[in-house]
């Protein structure tokens, strides 16, 4: 029987900052972290050199040690009202202090101590522009790491843990059920590469990220475990040459804005934008491709285009109940259509009723970035409220973005965030099982690096706090 202090799942950066803040408090925590992933430095995927997806069993973007957040942009949100929703469990300044001793920690790892959006008077005239056609400017400080520096930081976080002799690292290993005894966490048995096992252990942290959503909510069902539905977030990656965005993109590095659609009166926002950067695509579990963004630090790596996400916020009420799936059968609609793959279409044929074929595609003037991308008719996969949402924003942001709402601004689909059912929690993210935790965006408690790794410190503190 192997009998650890704590037993994490999942090895995103929620997972990490666990391990991390218990092994600053206590040297001698006794700690296993699993993922189904592969460590590190293992981590590769084929469509980054080949130009498209060979289907792995086990996709390498989205799964493995620090999650997604290995080969994503690298952003650090440093402001508590962008990137989850943990001031629903603290104050503001509690937040904020807490966010600055994880970035602390990154900072520590090697991060970059450049931060941008720090230059009020730009922040302030963007957003009073902004504000002359309805639309809202989300203030946020970002620390970005950069595509290849994140991966660099969290290796050096994964090397930092692991050479402990009493933390371990278990990849290719999945959590099948967990082991609970008379209202307390025991456990989990697990699928290590092939053999199930059971592990057991004083505290369970369940963090198991967007790809673990659909398990963890199979568990809490399966224990009684109260959730509630979060919203889905629907829509599209957009690229357009760097000259449109620039303006905004220089001190902000990321201008994250909002605007309620005219038709149906739906929020829609930009997200994950990224300066001189690559369109990219990234699978869950082999079921479904969808579409991401990615950009460098290095400026020799720097493209011609900035890309961002361009998503449509839908919150459903009862008796719907699986925003998951529904986002994952918008994408498969996408992907019948292409064969598997992302589609990209110009705006302008989008605005036409038409498809974009390869030779209109030649025509752009916005050059793709996703070089296996297949051209195609997105009004065959969105429906009609989402594409008509999108449309109406993007004819909004070319008033602070001219030459944003042009025929060929690059359209690709589908982007969807796998926001999972939220899991009722305590305020130090403990379940109604007694040392049983769930944090991150798995639980569906945050939606990105920083506050994800805000709620692993918190629920370290807590740990530590009943020994």
């Known amino acids: 029987m192997k009998k650890f202090?704590?037993?994490?799942?999942g090895a995103g950066p929620a997972g990490i900052f666990t391990?991390?803040?218990?092994?600053?408090?206590?040297?001698?925590?006794?700690?296993?972290?699993?993922?189904?992933?592969?460590?590190?430095?293992?981590?590769?995927?084929?469509?980054?050199?080949?130009?498209?997806?060979?289907?792995?069993?086990?996709?390498?973007?989205?799964?493995?040690?620090?999650?997604?957040?290995?080969?994503?942009?690298?952003?650090?949100?440093?402001?508590?009202?962008?990137?989850?929703?943990?001031?629903?469990?603290?104050?503001?300044?509690?937040?904020?202090?807490?966010?600055?001793?994880?970035?602390?920690?990154?900072?520590?790892?090697?991060?970059?101590p450049d931060v941008y959006g720090l230059n009020n008077q730009v922040i302030d005239d963007i957003s009073y522009e902004a504000s002359k056609y309805d639309i809202k400017l989300i203030p946020c400080p970002v620390r970005h790491l950069g595509t290849e520096h994140a991966y660099q930081v969290l290796k050096a976080m994964y090397h930092f843990l692991i050479e402990k002799e009493n933390i371990h690292f278990w990849e290719l290993t999945k959590a099948e059920e967990l082991i609970i005894e008379d209202g307390v966490a025991k456990g989990a048995i697990v699928n290590k590469k092939g053999v199930q096992e059971e592990i057991f252990a004083e505290y369970v942290v369940v963090a198991p990220g967007r790809g673990g959503a659909e398990w963890l909510k199979e568990q809490t069902d399966k224990l009684g475990i109260v959730t509630e539905n979060n919203e889905v977030d629907i829509g599209v990656r957009v690229e357009v040459p760097n000259s449109i965005m620039d303006h905004l993109t220089k001190d902000l590095y990321e201008a994250k804005l909002v605007y309620y659609s005219d038709t149906f009166d739906n929020k829609v926002r930009t997200f994950c934008m990224n300066p001189g950067g690559v369109v990219s695509g990234e699978h869950y579990d082999g079921e479904v491709a969808v579409v991401n963004g990615h950009s460098y630090a290095d400026p020799k790596l720097k493209t011609q285009n900035t890309n961002f996400a361009l998503l449509v916020s839908t919150r459903f009420t009862e008796p719907f109940n699986q925003p998951i799936e529904y986002g994952k059968y918008i994408a498969r609609l996408a992907n019948m259509l292409t064969g598997g793959g992302i589609m990209v279409q110009r705006l302008g044929d989008l605005i036409k009723g038409r498809r974009t074929d390869y030779d209109r595609l030649k025509k752009s003037t916005t050059i793709p970035t996703m070089k296996g991308a297949v051209p195609g008719d997105l009004s065959y996969a969105l429906p009609q409220r989402y594409l008509t949402s999108i449309i109406e924003a993007l004819k909004a942001f070319d008033n602070v973005a001219p030459g944003l709402y042009s025929r060929n601004t690059l359209l690709y689909g589908v982007e969807v965030k796998f926001y999972s059912s939220k899991v009722r929690v305590n305020d130090k993210f403990e379940t109604q099982i007694k040392n049983l935790y769930t944090i991150g965006d798995g639980a569906g408690i945050t939606r990105g690096l920083m506050q994800a790794s805000v709620t692993g410190v918190v629920v370290a503190r807590d740990i530590l706090s009943k020994e």
């Open 19 to 112: 391990a991390l803040e218990l092994n600053k408090q206590n040297p001698n925590c006794k700690i296993l972290i699993i993922d189904k992933g592969r460590n590190i430095e293992k981590r590769v995927c084929p469509e980054r050199t080949q130009g498209y997806c060979s289907q792995c069993a086990v996709c390498g973007i989205t799964s493995g040690w620090s999650g997604a957040g290995a080969f994503s942009d690298g952003k650090l949100s440093l402001s508590p009202e962008v990137g989850g929703r943990i001031t629903e469990y603290m104050s503001q300044q509690e937040a904020q202090d807490l966010i600055n001793y994880a970035d602390q920690y990154y900072l520590n790892f090697g991060a970059s």
């Open 5 to 9: 202090d704590v037993l994490v799942i």
